[in-house]
């Protein structure tokens, strides 16, 4: 059974479940397995490879289980995501450390629990001068900025000339070598030109860049000191359609033509994808609580807004989505399609979903389907209005079509919510 199927039957089964009170994240474990199998086979030729998820896309502890499972480890940017992993029982070497912000007691813990580091600039790199010894235990690296442009989402593009992301190589080429020169133990270089809007050529050029750059510290060393290339993430999703949009494999076709010699047996490499595992295989479903016409536009009122999908929200012309109207069964509404903003729940009048969608016309009960959230969305909470976090649920599909729900996280209770807000500390405050 295809994708597609199994979110028909998912959503059906949904609805009859009730598990759309008022809105829930849904997760096609069957996909994410599928979208692992791709990255693996894809990525078959260039011979050692660690395949990482980004945790940011996703950092529910379930998924990041379920993915370590089938082989993928997991890349951690923050003290969170970090401890997050952990308890999913993914440590150590099955950890990559990334962030331009990593204090001395992470850089201490990742160390000393043999997780791979890669340091984002020179002053980090002095603080691991002090934090490990002749012989860490940890994979360490450098990230470098090659320098080699934007995408089409400049938040997103992390590879421009001034990005807050890595050492500039252009600006530094001679002390980047002089840095690994003075340190034996640096044997790996990270590059990460983007994510979503940065076409593959755009990427495969920064990998480029650092290929060449390695060769250079290697024949400036007399031995092989880089031993290891980490390639980031930052493939593209297709958010237009059912169609997944570029595979992993297209993406490798796409380095392999530009550095043939990454098959040369001689790199070991690390991926770090987040978007191109779990967008596709996540939707978010909300009921709709009311409809109005105002100003001669019809509006949708659901549960679903920046809360679970702030780009879309906030940058609607770079993270548009795509929506379904359903009936409170679960099953596509029909007739003619009408124009319709879709609003979020958000006290604010941008708090749009979609504006002037063409469906058709939505009702009090109906159900609102957002495809391709299943990174960066439900699983990237936005505090605003205090607005719960909504359950999860993974699910699995038999070639019948019985769908099995599994909760991945469950919705946020109002007590949660009044400690999130301060609740211990009622009354602490000196007196008014
Ligand atoms: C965000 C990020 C990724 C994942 O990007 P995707 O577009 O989700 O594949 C990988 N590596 C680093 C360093 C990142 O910041």
């Known amino acids: 059974m295809n994708r ?6 998912a959503l059906a089964a949904a609805a009859e479940n009730d598990l759309l009170d008022p809105m829930a994240g849904f997760v096609d474990l069957a996909g994410i397995r599928e979208a692992v199998e791709d990255l693996t086979k894809a990525f078959a030729p260039l011979g050692r490879v660690q395949h990482t998820v980004a945790a940011k896309a996703c950092g529910l502890a379930p998924v990041l289980r379920y993915l370590a499972d089938l082989g993928v480890d997991v890349e951690v940017a923050s003290p969170g995501e970090t401890a997050v992993a952990e308890a999913a029982g993914v440590r150590g070497r099955r950890l990559v450390l990334d962030s331009p912000a990593k204090t001395t ?28 010894g002749q012989h860490p235990r940890s994979v360490l690296g450098l990230r470098i900025n090659p320098q080699v442009g934007a995408g089409r989402i400049g938040d997103t593009s992390t590879a421009t000339a001034a990005s807050k992301f890595g050492i500039p190589l252009q600006d ?13 133990w640096l044997t ?11 076409p593959p050529e755009l990427m495969a050029d920064g990998v480029a860049a650092v290929h060449e750059l390695a060769e250079e510290i290697n024949a400036a060393a007399g031995y092989q000191q880089v031993t290891s290339l980490d390639l980031g993430g930052g493939l593209p999703v297709n958010f237009a359609s059912e169609d997944p949009g570029p595979t992993h494999a297209d993406y490798v076709a796409t380095l ?3 550095v043939p010699a990454l098959a040369d047996g001689r790199y070991a490499f690390v991926t770090e994808f987040g978007r191109s595992l779990l967008a596709k295989n996540g939707f978010l479903v909300s009921a709709v609580e009311y409809t109005k016409v105002a100003g001669g536009r019809h509006i949708a009122v659901t549960h679903a807004g920046a809360q679970v999908a702030a780009r879309t929200v906030l940058e609607p012309e770079h993270w548009p989505l795509r929506l379904t109207a359903l009936d409170a069964a679960g099953k596509p509404k029909t007739g003619p399609a009408v124009p319709q903003d879709v609003a979020g729940p958000l006290c604010f009048a941008g708090d749009l979903l979609a504006r002037e969608r063409p469906l058709p016309l939505l009702e009090p009960g109906d159900l609102v389907v957002a495809h391709d959230t299943g990174a960066y969305y439900f699983g990237a909470h936005y505090a605003y209005n205090t607005l719960p976090r909504p359950a999860v649920h993974g699910f699995t599909v038999s070639e019948r079509g019985d769908v099995r729900f599994t909760p991945i996280r469950r919705a946020q209770t109002l007590a949660e ?3 999130d807000a301060g609740g211990e500390h009622v009354g602490a405050l000196p007196e008014a």
Do not use: Y
Not at 172 to 184: C, D, G, K, S, V
Not at 188 to 198: A, F, I, N, P, T
């Open 105 to 132: 007691a992470e850089l201490a813990h990742a160390v000393a629990e043999g997780t791979a580091v890669n340091a984002d600039n020179f002053q980090e790199l002095a603080r691991l001068d002090e934090l490990v």
């Open 417 to 419: 919510l009044v400690a």
């Open 188 to 198: 790996r270089l990270h590059v990460h030109v983007g994510s979503q809007g940065c």
């Open 4 to 9: 597609t199927d199994r979110k028909h039957h």
């Open 172 to 184: 530094n080429r001679a002390l980047i070598t002089e840095a690994f020169a003075r340190r034996p």
């Open 256 to 258: 392999l033509a530009r």
